[in-house]
């Protein structure tokens, strides 16, 4: 007896610069081909969330992220049109605002200023917000 069909399991990663600014990627593959994303992806057997999630920065855009905050898990079945998908979202923040470079599934990294004006893949939108929200609510502290 196998186990029972499950959701699969991906990391986003909200990274910021020193001076605000997001890194985000451009989508090289459907869904969403040509839009802005997080870098994120899949997590791969026998790979905590965080391996996978410093993993996929660093294919993605060529940066090391060390320091990871748990922003949220986001569970709607419907976040990703290729089927049921749940992703641990984290925080990174950056010393100094590196050069990314693209990588694996991305067709471009770039650190956007305004986000907010972009449509952005998946549910990244609300990440994002939720990103901002805690990193104000720790800066309070």
Known sequence: MGLPKTPALTVDCVIHDP????????RKNEPFK?????????????ETVEAGCRREVREET?????ELTLVGVYSDPGRDPRGHTVSAAFLAR???????RAGD?????????????????????????????????AAED
């Open 19 to 26: 001076d605000g600014r997001v890194l985000l990627i451009r």
């Open 34 to 46: 040509g839009a802005f994303a997080l870098p994120g992806g899949f997590v791969d057997i026998g």
């Open 62 to 66: 060529g940066l090391e992220v060390a």
């Open 94 to 100: 950056l010393p100094a605002a590196m050069p990314p």
């Open 105 to 137: 599934d991305a067709e471009a990294a770039e650190w956007v200023a305004d986000w907010r004006g972009e449509a952005l893949a998946f549910d990244h939108a609300q990440i994002l917000e939720d990103a901002e929200r805690l990193a104000s609510l």
